[in-house]
């Protein structure tokens, strides 16, 4: 804990030009998608179950959310419905096998971004290339990759996509405890890899996920 204290001084958080707004109020230059009808179902559906959106989330055209601690494929419908209640556009990568028919259109119409991982780029390569390729992006990653089976450490892809394409990172904890999808802080990687990693893990420290026995550990 004293080292985990002693990194959080090292100030990570990052405002960018366009500043940041409270949940969910989002800025003029976060990429918008939703009309009246998808945002009040959104709300509904999220109210019957109890959830709700809080914190802060940065007015930039291009940044990528973290979604932590993931354990459920019900994260995905959590991530949704807070995207649909901000009315902003949120995209995801997933196995391009994926998006052949019939599903293809309504898995990128929902924001899918096929990425195939044989290729030389890796998928850090291609996610680099979808924020080089695109005026407005958010990008949602969730650090464990797929659902955690087993404890372990974050993988680190997260932080050279946003390194590489120079773009600021926003946290969204899914807490259960609490029933809220919680946006912020925002940061945006020093390239002192070892030095952030802890500072960014403390972000999360306290949510509760929906299976804490999957939980991974962090910060090792």
């Not at 959830?51 to 019900?74: D, I, L, Q």
């Not at 649909?84 to 293809?104: D, E, Q, T």
């Not at 999808?181 to 002192?192: C, I, M, N, S, W």
């Not at 802890?198 to 090792?220: A, D, F």
């Amino acid at each position: 804990m004293a080292e985990i204290q002693e990194m959080v001084e090292t100030k990570l958080e990052y405002t960018p030009p366009g500043g940041i707004t409270t949940a969910p109020e989002v800025g003029d230059l976060v990429p918008r998608r939703g009309g009246a009808f998808a945002h009040g179902f959104a709300r509904l559906m999220m109210g019957l179950f109890g959830w709700k959106v809080a914190g802060y989330v940065p007015n930039a055209k291009k940044f990528m959310v973290v979604g932590a601690p993931h354990t459920s494929n019900v994260d995905w419908f959590i991530v949704m419905g807070a995207a649909f209640i901000l009315r902003v556009r949120i995209s995801w990568m997933a196995k391009h096998s994926l998006f052949n028919k019939p599903w293809g259109g309504v898995l990128r119409w929902l924001g899918g971004v096929p990425i195939d991982r044989r290729q030389a780029q890796g998928t850090v390569g291609s996610a680099i290339e979808q924020f080089n390729q695109h005026d407005e992006l958010i990008l949602c990653i969730t650090p464990e990759g797929t659902r955690a089976e087993v404890k372990g450490k974050w993988k680190k892809g997260f932080y050279y996509m946003a390194e590489g394409a120079d773009v600021p990172v926003v946290v969204a904890a899914f807490d259960y405890g609490n029933k809220v999808v919680r946006f912020g802080p925002t940061f945006k990687p020093t390239g002192d890899i070892e030095a952030d990693m802890p500072v960014i893990y403390s972000y999360v420290e306290g949510v509760v996920p929906r299976h804490p026995q999957k939980e991974m550990e962090v910060g090792e």
